[in-house]
Protein backbone atom coordinates (compact mmCIF):
# COMPACT_ATOMS: atom_id res chain seq x y z
CA UNK A 1 0.00 0.00 0.00
CA UNK A 2 1.53 3.27 -0.62
CA UNK A 3 0.18 6.78 0.65
CA UNK A 4 0.66 9.94 -0.43
CA UNK A 5 0.12 12.61 2.94
CA UNK A 6 -2.23 15.75 1.93
CA UNK A 7 0.11 18.89 1.78
CA UNK A 8 -2.31 20.93 4.07
CA UNK A 9 -5.28 20.41 6.25
CA UNK A 10 -8.27 21.21 3.46
CA UNK A 11 -6.53 19.35 0.74
CA UNK A 12 -6.99 15.91 -0.21
CA UNK A 13 -4.59 13.40 -1.30
CA UNK A 14 -4.80 9.43 -2.29
CA UNK A 15 -4.03 5.95 -1.11
CA UNK A 16 -3.45 3.41 -3.82
CA UNK A 17 -4.40 -0.11 -2.49
CA UNK A 18 -2.91 -3.23 -4.13
CA UNK A 19 -4.80 -6.12 -3.61
CA UNK A 20 -5.56 -9.14 -5.42
CA UNK A 21 -4.11 -8.06 -7.82
CA UNK A 22 -5.93 -5.16 -8.34
CA UNK A 23 -5.61 -1.44 -7.33
CA UNK A 24 -7.80 1.83 -6.28
CA UNK A 25 -7.38 5.26 -4.89
CA UNK A 26 -8.63 5.96 -1.79
CA UNK A 27 -9.01 9.31 -0.92
CA UNK A 28 -7.36 10.85 2.22
CA UNK A 29 -9.81 13.07 4.26
CA UNK A 30 -8.80 15.82 6.54
CA UNK A 31 -10.93 17.34 9.53
CA UNK A 32 -9.86 20.55 11.20
CA UNK A 33 -7.63 19.12 13.44
CA UNK A 34 -6.36 15.35 13.81
CA UNK A 35 -5.08 12.82 11.64
CA UNK A 36 -6.23 12.31 7.94
CA UNK A 37 -8.35 9.52 7.32
CA UNK A 38 -8.58 7.07 4.51
CA UNK A 39 -12.03 6.90 2.88
CA UNK A 40 -12.45 3.30 2.05
CA UNK A 41 -16.38 3.44 1.21
CA UNK A 42 -16.03 2.41 -2.27
CA UNK A 43 -13.99 -0.38 -1.51
CA UNK A 44 -16.42 -3.34 -1.45
CA UNK A 45 -17.87 -2.10 -4.44
CA UNK A 46 -14.60 -2.13 -6.61
CA UNK A 47 -12.51 -4.32 -5.08
CA UNK A 48 -14.93 -6.15 -3.50
CA UNK A 49 -13.23 -6.41 0.00
CA UNK A 50 -13.83 -4.66 3.27
CA UNK A 51 -11.90 -3.88 6.05
CA UNK A 52 -11.63 -5.41 9.48
CA UNK A 53 -11.10 -3.46 12.79
CA UNK A 54 -13.37 -5.40 15.16
CA UNK A 55 -12.95 -2.55 18.29
CA UNK A 56 -12.92 0.24 15.95
CA UNK A 57 -9.14 1.13 17.11
CA UNK A 58 -8.37 2.65 13.26
CA UNK A 59 -11.75 3.36 12.10
CA UNK A 60 -13.73 6.97 12.22
CA UNK A 61 -17.49 6.14 11.95
CA UNK A 62 -18.66 9.62 11.27
CA UNK A 63 -18.13 13.14 10.73
CA UNK A 64 -18.55 15.37 14.01
CA UNK A 65 -17.60 19.23 15.18
CA UNK A 66 -18.47 18.78 18.83
CA UNK A 67 -15.52 17.33 20.57
CA UNK A 68 -11.52 16.72 19.26
CA UNK A 69 -9.12 14.61 21.35
CA UNK A 70 -5.64 14.40 20.83
CA UNK A 71 -4.45 11.26 22.56
CA UNK A 72 -1.07 11.87 22.79
CA UNK A 73 -0.60 15.31 23.79
CA UNK A 74 -3.71 14.82 26.30
CA UNK A 75 -6.31 17.11 25.21
CA UNK A 76 -10.13 17.62 24.93
CA UNK A 77 -11.95 20.23 23.69
CA UNK A 78 -15.48 20.46 23.23
CA UNK A 79 -16.29 23.53 20.39
CA UNK A 80 -12.65 24.50 19.78
CA UNK A 81 -12.92 25.07 23.93
CA UNK A 82 -10.35 23.47 26.31
CA UNK A 83 -11.73 21.50 29.00
CA UNK A 84 -9.59 22.95 31.61
CA UNK A 85 -11.40 26.68 30.54
CA UNK A 86 -14.49 25.12 30.41
CA UNK A 87 -14.59 23.12 33.79
CA UNK A 88 -13.02 26.42 35.70
CA UNK A 89 -14.89 29.35 34.23
CA UNK A 90 -18.60 27.83 32.52
CA UNK A 91 -21.55 25.88 34.33
CA UNK A 92 -23.00 22.50 33.37
CA UNK A 93 -25.81 24.16 31.60
CA UNK A 94 -23.59 26.39 29.07
CA UNK A 95 -21.10 23.60 28.09
CA UNK A 96 -24.90 21.61 27.70
CA UNK A 97 -25.76 24.84 25.33
CA UNK A 98 -22.56 24.95 24.02
CA UNK A 99 -22.29 20.75 22.94
CA UNK A 100 -26.21 21.36 21.54
CA UNK A 101 -25.71 24.38 19.58
CA UNK A 102 -21.78 24.92 18.74
CA UNK A 103 -21.63 28.54 20.65
CA UNK A 104 -21.77 29.04 24.48
CA UNK A 105 -24.44 31.16 24.83
CA UNK A 106 -25.16 35.22 25.73
CA UNK A 107 -25.98 35.87 28.46
CA UNK A 108 -30.26 36.45 27.05
CA UNK A 109 -29.84 32.60 25.44
CA UNK A 110 -28.31 31.45 28.77
CA UNK A 111 -31.28 33.34 30.56
CA UNK A 112 -33.90 31.59 27.70
CA UNK A 113 -32.08 28.28 28.24
CA UNK A 114 -32.18 27.72 32.05
CA UNK A 115 -35.24 28.42 32.02
CA UNK A 116 -37.11 26.06 29.21
CA UNK A 117 -34.56 23.40 31.38
CA UNK A 118 -36.35 24.30 34.52
CA UNK A 119 -39.84 24.02 32.82
CA UNK A 120 -38.59 20.46 31.74
CA UNK A 121 -37.50 18.93 35.32
CA UNK A 122 -40.56 17.84 36.05
CA UNK A 123 -41.81 13.88 35.64
CA UNK A 124 -45.52 12.37 34.07
CA UNK A 125 -46.89 11.81 37.56
CA UNK A 126 -47.44 8.46 36.10
CA UNK A 127 -43.69 7.71 35.64
CA UNK A 128 -43.17 8.35 39.18
CA UNK A 129 -45.57 5.06 39.78
CA UNK A 130 -43.14 3.53 37.11
CA UNK A 131 -40.59 3.19 39.86
CA UNK A 132 -43.27 0.88 42.50
CA UNK A 133 -42.56 -1.74 39.46
CA UNK A 134 -38.84 -2.43 40.50
CA UNK A 135 -36.87 -4.52 43.17
CA UNK A 136 -35.78 -1.97 45.74
CA UNK A 137 -32.46 -3.74 45.47
CA UNK A 138 -32.08 -3.17 42.02
CA UNK A 139 -28.92 -1.86 40.64
CA UNK A 140 -29.64 2.22 39.73
CA UNK A 141 -28.23 1.67 36.18
CA UNK A 142 -31.02 -0.77 35.65
CA UNK A 143 -33.64 1.52 36.84
CA UNK A 144 -32.89 4.58 35.19
CA UNK A 145 -32.30 2.48 31.83
CA UNK A 146 -35.80 1.45 32.02
CA UNK A 147 -37.00 5.04 33.32
CA UNK A 148 -35.35 6.74 30.27
CA UNK A 149 -36.35 4.20 27.72
CA UNK A 150 -40.51 4.66 29.25
CA UNK A 151 -39.84 8.24 28.50
CA UNK A 152 -40.95 7.46 24.66
CA UNK A 153 -44.24 6.17 26.36
CA UNK A 154 -44.91 9.14 28.15
CA UNK A 155 -44.19 12.32 25.43
CA UNK A 156 -45.40 11.01 22.33
CA UNK A 157 -45.34 14.93 21.21
CA UNK A 158 -41.62 14.55 20.55
CA UNK A 159 -40.97 11.75 19.11
CA UNK A 160 -40.65 12.82 15.27
CA UNK A 161 -36.91 12.78 14.74
CA UNK A 162 -37.77 14.11 11.38
CA UNK A 163 -39.24 17.36 12.88
CA UNK A 164 -36.33 20.22 14.41
CA UNK A 165 -38.90 21.48 17.26
CA UNK A 166 -39.36 17.79 18.12
CA UNK A 167 -35.61 16.87 18.05
CA UNK A 168 -35.21 20.19 20.92
CA UNK A 169 -37.56 19.14 22.76
CA UNK A 170 -36.62 15.98 23.46
CA UNK A 171 -32.88 16.75 24.04
CA UNK A 172 -34.20 19.76 26.37
CA UNK A 173 -36.41 16.75 27.94
CA UNK A 174 -33.64 14.47 28.28
CA UNK A 175 -31.04 17.06 29.78
CA UNK A 176 -34.12 18.69 32.51
CA UNK A 177 -35.15 15.76 33.59
CA UNK A 178 -31.92 13.75 33.80
CA UNK A 179 -31.42 14.95 37.54
CA UNK A 180 -34.54 14.10 38.54
CA UNK A 181 -34.25 10.78 37.24
CA UNK A 182 -31.37 9.71 38.95
CA UNK A 183 -31.93 11.10 42.26
CA UNK A 184 -35.26 9.52 42.69
CA UNK A 185 -33.82 6.40 41.74
CA UNK A 186 -31.54 7.06 44.81
CA UNK A 187 -34.90 7.53 46.83
CA UNK A 188 -36.27 4.50 45.76
CA UNK A 189 -33.43 1.98 46.30
CA UNK A 190 -33.34 3.38 49.45
CA UNK A 191 -36.95 3.45 50.37
CA UNK A 192 -36.97 7.55 50.96
CA UNK A 193 -39.72 9.71 49.66
CA UNK A 194 -39.23 11.25 45.81
CA UNK A 195 -38.32 15.02 46.45
CA UNK A 196 -39.55 17.43 43.49
CA UNK A 197 -37.18 19.68 41.52
CA UNK A 198 -36.69 23.17 42.97
CA UNK A 199 -36.44 25.58 39.77
CA UNK A 200 -34.99 28.66 41.90
CA UNK A 201 -31.73 26.36 42.37
CA UNK A 202 -29.59 25.66 39.82
CA UNK A 203 -28.72 22.99 37.80
CA UNK A 204 -26.08 21.17 39.87
CA UNK A 205 -27.86 22.52 43.38
CA UNK A 206 -31.31 21.16 42.38
CA UNK A 207 -29.76 17.86 41.48
CA UNK A 208 -28.23 17.45 45.37
CA UNK A 209 -31.27 18.45 46.68
CA UNK A 210 -33.59 15.86 44.94
CA UNK A 211 -30.54 13.53 46.12
CA UNK A 212 -30.31 14.79 49.76
CA UNK A 213 -33.80 16.79 50.88
CA UNK A 214 -36.07 14.87 52.87
CA UNK A 215 -39.33 16.01 54.11
CA UNK A 216 -38.35 16.16 57.96
CA UNK A 217 -35.31 18.63 57.67
CA UNK A 218 -34.53 21.59 55.80
CA UNK A 219 -31.53 21.23 53.12
CA UNK A 220 -28.81 23.43 52.66
CA UNK A 221 -26.88 22.96 49.42
CA UNK A 222 -23.33 23.93 50.07
CA UNK A 223 -22.16 25.86 47.37
CA UNK A 224 -18.42 24.44 47.26
CA UNK A 225 -20.39 20.94 46.95
CA UNK A 226 -22.66 22.39 44.25
CA UNK A 227 -19.76 23.62 42.15
CA UNK A 228 -17.99 20.61 42.52
CA UNK A 229 -20.74 18.78 41.16
CA UNK A 230 -21.64 20.78 37.95
CA UNK A 231 -17.64 20.50 37.60
CA UNK A 232 -17.93 16.50 37.17
CA UNK A 233 -20.88 16.85 35.03
CA UNK A 234 -18.86 19.43 32.75
CA UNK A 235 -15.71 16.87 32.81
CA UNK A 236 -18.33 13.89 32.20
CA UNK A 237 -20.43 15.76 29.57
CA UNK A 238 -19.31 14.64 25.98
CA UNK A 239 -15.84 12.73 24.99
CA UNK A 240 -16.03 12.23 21.24
CA UNK A 241 -16.70 8.71 19.99
CA UNK A 242 -16.88 6.23 22.56
CA UNK A 243 -18.63 3.16 23.30
CA UNK A 244 -22.13 4.46 24.53
CA UNK A 245 -22.12 7.53 21.83
CA UNK A 246 -21.08 5.02 19.37
CA UNK A 247 -24.39 2.89 20.77
CA UNK A 248 -26.45 6.21 20.23
CA UNK A 249 -25.60 6.83 17.12
CA UNK A 250 -26.16 3.78 15.76
CA UNK A 251 -29.19 3.51 17.71
CA UNK A 252 -30.27 6.69 16.45
CA UNK A 253 -29.30 5.70 12.60
CA UNK A 254 -31.78 3.44 12.28
CA UNK A 255 -34.43 5.92 13.18
CA UNK A 256 -35.53 5.33 16.83
CA UNK A 257 -36.79 8.16 18.65
CA UNK A 258 -34.19 9.70 21.13
CA UNK A 259 -35.12 8.13 24.55
CA UNK A 260 -34.74 5.16 23.11
CA UNK A 261 -31.25 5.79 21.83
CA UNK A 262 -30.48 7.75 24.86
CA UNK A 263 -30.98 4.44 26.68
CA UNK A 264 -29.07 2.67 24.64
CA UNK A 265 -26.16 4.86 25.65
CA UNK A 266 -26.96 4.21 29.37
CA UNK A 267 -26.93 0.24 28.68
CA UNK A 268 -23.35 0.52 26.93
CA UNK A 269 -22.10 2.86 29.77
CA UNK A 270 -23.02 0.63 32.40
CA UNK A 271 -19.84 -1.79 31.56
CA UNK A 272 -16.74 -1.86 34.28
CA UNK A 273 -14.50 -1.25 30.94
CA UNK A 274 -16.76 2.51 30.12
CA UNK A 275 -18.75 4.42 33.13
CA UNK A 276 -18.99 1.51 35.49
CA UNK A 277 -14.72 1.97 35.95
CA UNK A 278 -15.74 4.70 38.37
CA UNK A 279 -17.64 2.15 40.82
CA UNK A 280 -15.22 -0.67 40.42
CA UNK A 281 -12.27 1.71 41.50
CA UNK A 282 -13.84 2.11 44.48
CA UNK A 283 -14.39 -1.42 44.59
CA UNK A 284 -10.56 -1.86 43.92
CA UNK A 285 -9.69 0.68 46.65
CA UNK A 286 -11.54 -1.38 49.17
CA UNK A 287 -10.22 -4.65 48.08
CA UNK A 288 -6.63 -2.75 47.92
CA UNK A 289 -7.62 -2.07 51.71
CA UNK A 290 -4.29 -0.41 52.85
CA UNK A 291 -0.98 0.88 51.30
CA UNK A 292 0.86 -1.97 52.10
CA UNK A 293 -0.83 -4.27 49.91
CA UNK A 294 -0.59 -2.46 46.48
CA UNK A 295 2.55 -4.42 45.39
CA UNK A 296 0.89 -7.16 45.88
CA UNK A 297 -2.16 -5.67 43.84
CA UNK A 298 0.16 -4.29 41.24
CA UNK A 299 1.99 -7.64 41.14
CA UNK A 300 -1.15 -9.24 40.19
CA UNK A 301 -2.38 -6.43 37.88
CA UNK A 302 0.99 -7.72 35.73
CA UNK A 303 -0.19 -11.19 36.11
CA UNK A 304 -2.16 -11.53 32.55
CA UNK A 305 -3.64 -14.80 33.68
CA UNK A 306 -5.24 -12.83 37.00
CA UNK A 307 -7.70 -11.26 34.74
CA UNK A 308 -7.09 -8.48 37.09
CA UNK A 309 -7.06 -4.70 35.96
CA UNK A 310 -5.86 -1.44 38.00
CA UNK A 311 -9.51 0.37 37.34
CA UNK A 312 -9.31 3.88 36.49
CA UNK A 313 -5.95 3.45 34.24
CA UNK A 314 -5.80 3.29 30.68
CA UNK A 315 -8.09 5.07 27.72
CA UNK A 316 -8.17 3.83 24.51
CA UNK A 317 -7.40 7.28 22.99
CA UNK A 318 -5.40 8.90 25.74
CA UNK A 319 -1.87 7.05 25.79
CA UNK A 320 -0.64 10.69 27.87
CA UNK A 321 -2.95 12.25 31.10
CA UNK A 322 -6.24 12.50 30.91
CA UNK A 323 -6.35 16.35 31.29
CA UNK A 324 -10.21 15.82 33.03
CA UNK A 325 -8.17 13.35 35.53
CA UNK A 326 -5.85 16.62 36.89
CA UNK A 327 -8.80 18.25 37.31
CA UNK A 328 -10.33 15.65 39.13
CA UNK A 329 -7.59 15.56 41.45
CA UNK A 330 -7.87 18.93 42.37
CA UNK A 331 -11.94 18.97 42.79
CA UNK A 332 -11.11 16.24 45.11
CA UNK A 333 -8.85 17.91 47.56
CA UNK A 334 -11.09 20.79 47.39
CA UNK A 335 -13.85 18.90 48.42
CA UNK A 336 -12.47 17.22 51.09
CA UNK A 337 -11.05 19.98 52.47
CA UNK A 338 -15.01 21.94 52.63
CA UNK A 339 -15.86 18.23 54.26
CA UNK A 340 -13.69 18.77 56.86
CA UNK A 341 -12.11 15.90 56.16
CA UNK A 342 -7.96 16.04 56.20
CA UNK A 343 -6.74 12.58 56.18
CA UNK A 344 -8.99 10.31 53.69
CA UNK A 345 -7.37 6.92 53.91
CA UNK A 346 -9.11 6.02 50.19
CA UNK A 347 -7.00 9.46 48.67
CA UNK A 348 -4.54 8.79 50.53
CA UNK A 349 -4.51 5.03 49.05
CA UNK A 350 -5.19 6.27 45.22
CA UNK A 351 -2.09 9.17 45.61
CA UNK A 352 0.09 6.04 46.58
CA UNK A 353 -1.58 3.29 43.79
CA UNK A 354 -1.11 5.93 41.27
CA UNK A 355 2.60 7.37 42.04
CA UNK A 356 3.55 3.65 42.08
CA UNK A 357 1.94 2.66 39.02
CA UNK A 358 2.44 5.58 36.62
CA UNK A 359 6.85 4.86 37.53
CA UNK A 360 6.11 1.46 36.82
CA UNK A 361 7.02 -0.07 33.57
CA UNK A 362 4.13 -2.43 32.80
CA UNK A 363 2.23 0.93 33.07
CA UNK A 364 4.79 3.29 31.64
CA UNK A 365 5.75 1.05 28.38
CA UNK A 366 1.74 0.69 27.84
CA UNK A 367 1.39 4.48 28.26
CA UNK A 368 -1.46 3.55 31.26
CA UNK A 369 -2.39 6.63 32.77
CA UNK A 370 -4.93 7.65 35.41
CA UNK A 371 -8.49 8.08 33.63
CA UNK A 372 -11.62 10.40 34.34
CA UNK A 373 -12.64 7.97 36.60
CA UNK A 374 -9.93 7.18 38.95
CA UNK A 375 -10.81 10.18 41.15
CA UNK A 376 -14.35 11.15 40.80
CA UNK A 377 -15.13 8.23 42.70
CA UNK A 378 -13.59 9.35 45.66
CA UNK A 379 -15.08 13.01 45.51
CA UNK A 380 -18.62 11.26 45.09
CA UNK A 381 -18.41 8.87 48.23
CA UNK A 382 -17.02 12.46 49.98
CA UNK A 383 -20.63 13.98 48.74
CA UNK A 384 -22.31 11.32 50.16
CA UNK A 385 -23.35 9.87 46.90
CA UNK A 386 -23.48 5.62 47.01
CA UNK A 387 -21.44 4.18 45.25
CA UNK A 388 -23.82 2.23 43.17
CA UNK A 389 -24.93 5.38 42.07
CA UNK A 390 -21.36 6.85 40.26
CA UNK A 391 -22.30 5.47 36.86
CA UNK A 392 -25.68 7.13 37.23
CA UNK A 393 -24.10 10.47 37.44
CA UNK A 394 -21.46 9.82 34.59
CA UNK A 395 -25.34 9.08 32.65
CA UNK A 396 -26.91 12.54 33.74
CA UNK A 397 -23.81 14.11 32.79
CA UNK A 398 -23.31 12.45 29.50
CA UNK A 399 -27.10 12.99 28.29
CA UNK A 400 -25.88 16.42 26.65
CA UNK A 401 -23.32 15.10 24.53
CA UNK A 402 -25.10 11.81 23.56
CA UNK A 403 -28.03 13.71 22.32
CA UNK A 404 -25.94 16.67 20.95
CA UNK A 405 -24.00 14.07 19.00
CA UNK A 406 -27.92 11.97 17.89
CA UNK A 407 -28.97 15.54 16.57
CA UNK A 408 -25.68 16.23 14.71
CA UNK A 409 -26.30 12.88 12.96
CA UNK A 410 -29.72 13.33 12.35
CA UNK A 411 -28.77 16.47 10.96
CA UNK A 412 -26.46 15.46 8.67
CA UNK A 413 -27.90 15.15 5.17
CA UNK A 414 -27.57 12.15 3.34
CA UNK A 415 -27.61 10.13 7.22
CA UNK A 416 -28.09 6.28 6.52
CA UNK A 417 -28.31 3.55 9.26
CA UNK A 418 -25.02 1.89 10.25
CA UNK A 419 -24.89 -1.07 9.58
CA UNK A 420 -20.94 -2.89 10.08
CA UNK A 421 -20.23 -6.20 7.82
CA UNK A 422 -18.23 -8.77 9.47
CA UNK A 423 -15.42 -11.94 8.86
CA UNK A 424 -18.04 -15.03 8.57
CA UNK A 425 -16.02 -17.70 10.07
CA UNK A 426 -18.27 -20.08 10.69
CA UNK A 427 -19.97 -23.22 8.74
CA UNK A 428 -20.04 -23.83 5.40
CA UNK A 429 -23.17 -24.56 3.42
CA UNK A 430 -24.81 -27.97 4.41
CA UNK A 431 -27.95 -29.74 4.04
CA UNK A 432 -29.91 -29.94 6.25
CA UNK A 433 -30.34 -33.82 7.71
CA UNK A 434 -33.52 -35.01 9.74
CA UNK A 435 -33.50 -35.25 13.44
CA UNK A 436 -33.47 -38.93 13.45
CA UNK A 437 -30.41 -39.32 11.04
CA UNK A 438 -28.33 -36.21 13.46
CA UNK A 439 -25.62 -37.76 15.33
N1 LIG B 1 -4.75 -2.35 33.97
C1 LIG B 1 -3.83 -3.22 33.52
N2 LIG B 1 -3.49 -3.36 32.22
C2 LIG B 1 -4.13 -2.59 31.33
C3 LIG B 1 -5.12 -1.67 31.73
C4 LIG B 1 -5.42 -1.55 33.10
N3 LIG B 1 -6.36 -0.68 33.52
N4 LIG B 1 -5.61 -1.03 30.64
C5 LIG B 1 -4.94 -1.56 29.59
N5 LIG B 1 -4.05 -2.50 30.01
C6 LIG B 1 -3.09 -3.25 29.17
C7 LIG B 1 -3.79 -4.27 28.29
O1 LIG B 1 -3.89 -5.50 28.93
C8 LIG B 1 -2.86 -4.31 27.09
O2 LIG B 1 -1.71 -5.03 27.45
P1 LIG B 1 -0.90 -5.90 26.33
O3 LIG B 1 -0.46 -4.90 25.30
O4 LIG B 1 0.22 -6.53 27.07
O5 LIG B 1 -1.89 -6.87 25.77
C9 LIG B 1 -2.41 -2.85 26.94
O6 LIG B 1 -2.49 -2.30 28.28
C10 LIG B 1 -3.26 -2.04 25.98
O7 LIG B 1 -4.59 -2.05 26.44
P2 LIG B 1 -5.87 -2.40 25.59
O8 LIG B 1 -6.69 -3.42 26.32
O9 LIG B 1 -5.50 -2.69 24.17
O10 LIG B 1 -6.61 -1.02 25.64
P3 LIG B 1 -8.06 -0.72 25.16
O11 LIG B 1 -7.97 0.56 24.43
O12 LIG B 1 -8.67 -1.88 24.44
O13 LIG B 1 -8.88 -0.55 26.52
C11 LIG B 1 -9.71 0.44 28.49
C12 LIG B 1 -9.06 0.68 27.13
C13 LIG B 1 -10.98 -0.43 28.31
C14 LIG B 1 -10.13 1.77 29.07
C15 LIG B 1 -8.71 -0.27 29.40
O14 LIG B 1 -7.58 0.56 29.58
C16 LIG B 1 -9.32 -0.63 30.76
O15 LIG B 1 -9.99 -1.67 30.87
N6 LIG B 1 -9.11 0.23 31.81
C17 LIG B 1 -9.70 -0.03 33.11
C18 LIG B 1 -11.17 0.35 33.11
C19 LIG B 1 -11.36 1.86 33.09
O16 LIG B 1 -10.77 2.60 33.86
N7 LIG B 1 -12.26 2.29 32.21
C20 LIG B 1 -12.64 3.71 32.08
C21 LIG B 1 -12.21 4.25 30.77
S1 LIG B 1 -12.54 5.96 30.68
C22 LIG B 1 -14.20 6.07 30.60
O17 LIG B 1 -14.89 5.32 29.96
C23 LIG B 1 -14.77 7.10 31.36
Known amino acids: MSVT ?23 LLTGTLGPAVADIRKLPAELGIFTYDPAYGGTAACDSKITYIDGDEGVLLHRGYPIDQLAER ?17 QAEHAAFTTELNNHTMLHEQLRHFYNGFNRNAHPMAV ?26 SAMRLIAKMPTIAAWTYKYTHGFPFTYPRNDLNYAENFLHMMFAMPSAPYQVSPVLSRAMDRILILHADHEQNASTSTVRLAGSTGANPFACIAAGIASLWGPAHGGANEAV ?69 VELERIAIEDEYFVSRKLYPNVDFYSGIILKAMGIPTSMFTVLFAVARTAGWISQWKEMIEEPGQRIGRPRQIYTGAGPRDLVSMAERA
Open 144 to 169: ICGVVGALSAFYHDSLDINDRGHREL
Open 5 to 27: APSNATSTATITLDATGQSTKLP
Open 90 to 106: ATFPEVAYLLLNGELPN
Open 282 to 350: LKMLGTIGSKDHIADFIAKVKDRSSGVKLMGFGHRVYKNFDPRAKIMQATCHEVLGELGIKHDPLLELA
